[in-house]
């Protein structure tokens, strides 16, 4: 329940395959086993769905929706259902633009009901509290209408470039840090190439990203010789929660000694 995944056909009604198409029957029409069943001939849609807990089927779009960003493999139209569902949203499509070369990122286009601008903050809040952080886009792009071609399908390639957000470099507040808050703080800096943060800010709303989050784990490791997880990064990203964890193994390991 609520795992994106193909959506298959099978059953007694199911056809043979496409008429004087062998190559695309073989592709779509395969035997399976499901869970040590007996073996069923499905017929593959192509089309990614999810189960609702009331039962229901939720149809997601294409399945040749799948792209890879970073390493990561993202299902673009579960980002696009779910923007859909937000208030006031006609509307969505989602993609990976490289707008300057070698630097790719997420973004997602919206429309309003009744052509209305919708407000970019307020949907990526709804949407942030919902999708894992390597799936949230870096911009949301507001559109009174989408660009069509003259057959009537979205024309990807019309599409505004976004204005990507610049990051701030007024100066802030001196903080208190701890030794391994100010170590920590180094590596930050030298991995993302910026300076202007605080101690609670968020790893991934400084701009940081997946390969962002390994190579600072990479660095506490060569910095304070123990490996910290990464999922533990994903969870608390920031300095002071991660410093907490590695003060935390640390007084552990010295106990155990």
């Known amino acids: 329940v609520g795992v994106a995944g ?32 007996p073996e069923r001939r499905i017929y593959r849609t192509g089309d990614l769905g999810r189960y609702l807990p009331d039962g229901n089927l939720e149809f997601l779009g294409r399945i040749d929706r799948q792209v890879k960003l970073r390493g990561l493999r993202l299902e673009l139209s579960e980002i696009e259902a779910l923007l859909r569902q937000c208030a006031g949203v006609q509307d969505a499509i989602a993609l990976v633009r490289e707008d300057t ?23 990526m809040d709804q949407i942030r509290r919902q999708l ?10 507001p559109l009174k209408q989408f660009p069509r071609t003259v057959t009537g399908k979205l024309d990807e ?8 957000p610049e990051v701030e470099e007024k100066g802030l507040p001196p903080e208190t840090l701890t030794a391994t808050e100010e170590r920590l703080r180094r590596i930050w800096a030298e991995v993302l190439g910026r300076e202007n943060f605080g101690k609670q800010d968020n ?16 660095r506490i490791r060569d910095e304070f010789g123990f490996s910290l ?3 533990a990064l994903f969870q608390e990203p920031s300095i002071s929660a991660t410093a907490a964890h590695i003060d935390r193994q640390a007084a552990s390991s010295q106990d155990s000694h």
Do not use: W
């Open 203 to 218: 790893l991934f709303f400084l701009g940081g990203h997946s390969i962002h989050a390994i190579r600072i784990i990479a």
């Open 6 to 37: 193909e959506i298959c056909i099978a059953g007694n009604s199911l056809a043979s395959g496409y008429l004087n198409s062998p190559e695309l029957t073989r592709e779509r029409f395969i035997d399976f086993a499901p869970y040590g069943l």
């Open 132 to 141: 894992p952080l390597g799936m949230v886009p870096g911009v949301i792009v």
């Open 229 to 231: 997880p990464l999922q």
């Open 101 to 123: 070369p070698g630097d790719q990122r997420l973004v997602a286009y919206v429309t309003g009901k009744n052509q209305t601008v919708l407000d970019p903050s307020t949907l």
């Open 157 to 164: 390639k019309a599409l505004p470039e976004p204005e990507y």
